[in-house]
């Protein structure tokens, strides 16, 4: 199983950011996917899920309305669009295969500063 993230950088708050994940070594299509990150000094935190089919999502409270998760199944890639972006939003984000974040690739650092 192969996960890399990309699309992460310096952006302002109030700003936007688009991450995609690229998934190899496995059938894409039928797993759910999860984006997680991690701030510094901090633990591994879930913020977003979709199904299989892309379907369904599902986001934490602390990004509902401010991210969305979607994928192209076609291309092995999940994506990651952020709006709004906060401080507090200052993370490494990965994209996993698994509800606990243990399969997960090297992921993209996001850092929101004025």
């Known amino acids: 199983v192969q996960l890399q993230a990309s699309g992460g950088g310096l952006v302002q708050p109030g700003g936007s950011l688009s991450l995609s994940c690229r998934a190899s070594g496995f059938t894409f299509s039928n797993y759910w996917m999860y984006w997680f990150r991690q701030a510094p000094g901090q633990g591994l935190e879930r913020i977003s899920s979709?199904?299989?089919?892309?379907?369904?999502?599902y986001y934490a409270d602390f990004v509902k309305g401010r991210f969305t998760i979607s994928r192209d199944n076609a291309q092995n890639t999940l994506y990651l669009q952020m709006s709004r972006l906060k401080s507090e939003d200052t993370a490494l984000y990965f994209c996993a295969r698994d509800t606990g974040g243990n399969i997960r690739g090297q992921g993209t650092l996001v850092t929101v500063s004025s």
């Open positions: 979709i199904s299989s089919g892309g379907t369904r999502t």
